[in-house]
């Protein structure tokens, strides 16, 4: 994590020193295009873009830290780990197994996937679960509601 903010801190300080670096250029010119000026607006435009590059790598690993966060805490909830700590909170839902959750989990993804494909049909998507995915559906805890 240190690595990812002393990359965008470095590209940040080059690019603001890039801008600066333009504004001098040109008032040294008296705002006349010159060869000086193509070259700052040059060097700015390529210190603008690795800035946007160390932004994106920044915005990833933070979506990557709040999807492994999420996903712990969600397996936590499920399987009742918190629930054994003193001053945790439990849902009130029974807990269910690692696999069960597993099964949901990737029922889930497979269902994202066919939707963000644009199969628009969600319910035949549960119904057509990839092989490699298998989840049954039939929940044991409902037939007894």
Avoid at 30 to 39: E, F, L, P, R, Y
Avoid at 72 to 90: F, I, N, P, R, W
Wanted: net charge negative; hydrophobic share 40%.
């Amino acid at each position: 994590m240190d690595n990812i903010v002393d990359s965008l801190n470095s590209a940040y300080q080059e690019f603001v020193g890039a801008a600066a670096h333009v504004l001098e250029t040109k008032e040294s010119s008296a705002a006349q295009k010159t060869a000086a000026t193509d070259a700052a607006l040059e060097n700015f435009k390529q210190k603008w873009e690795l800035f946007r590059v160390a932004c994106d790598q920044a915005e990833e690993f933070v979506e990557s830290i709040k999807q492994r966060i999420g996903s712990e805490c969600l397996v936590d909830e499920a399987t009742g780990y918190m629930a054994g700590k003193s001053g945790q909170h439990s849902t009130g839902l029974p807990p269910i197994s690692a696999v069960r959750l597993e099964q949901m989990s990737k029922a889930v993804r497979w269902l994202v996937i066919e939707l963000q494909h644009g199969s628009g049909n969600a319910g035949g998507a549960a119904a057509h679960a990839h092989p490699s995915a298998p989840f049954d559906a039939r929940f044991p805890e409902d037939t007894a509601q």
